[in-house]
């Protein structure tokens, strides 16, 4: 079975852009889980979808907004990038919602200049 | 609120060694998880171990167990014989039965001496 895909790896923007990152989940996963991991820190929960709904969201400003699609692949979309939107970009894929069996992703690296 | 507390932000250790790497962590939910990943360069999370709040006996995973006391709210994280491979970022986390989310604590950077 294939584990979570994510693109770009890595990507540099500037300051006011918009970016779209995407992550193709595990085999039989219906869930996907986006977090934000500053530099030094532990990921922060950005949002989880489920079904194609948006099922549970952390502490980001609506600039953040994310789709699933009918094959379970998701994107996060971040609007008028900030230099704080720097960083490393987790995509995590579960069987059913209240799983405890998360699979992640090797994440996506965002600069913002 | 939950809350995940990793006070160790390095750690270093001889190979071969067993090293204890320390979690405690706060909630008011009866039913949680508690988790266990590890961090290397590339950055993947990778799963370690999982223990649940009413398992009864410690998780162990080959060379990893934890050693859970659930009154002292603590779930650490124990690798015996380690090897080089081992150096990584470590992270703890729990998610509870109400939430849909992991909560991480701020890691550990391990460094296995030769």
Known sequence: ?113 | AQKITQTQPGMFVQEKEAVTLDCTYDTSDPSYGLFWYKQPSSGEMIFLIYQGSYDQQNATEGRYSLNFQKARKSANLVISASQLGDSAMYFCAMRTYEANNLFFGTGTRLTVIP
């Open chain 1, 1 to 113: 079975e294939t584990g979570v895909t994510q693109s770009p790896t890595h990507l540099i923007k500037t300051r006011g852009q918009q970016v779209t990152l995407r992550c193709s989940s595990q085999s039989g996963h219906n869930t996907v889980s986006w977090y934000q991991q500053a530099l030094g820190q532990g990921p922060q929960f950005i949002f989880q979808y489920y079904r194609e709904e948006e099922n549970g969201r952390g502490n980001f400003p609506p600039r953040f907004s994310g789709l699933q699609f009918p094959n379970y692949s998701s994107e996060l979309n971040v609007n008028a990038l900030e230099l704080d939107d720097s960083a490393l970009y987790l995509c995590a894929s579960s069987l059913v919602l209240r799983n405890y069996g998360y699979t992640f992703g090797s994440g996506t690296r965002l600069t913002v200049v």
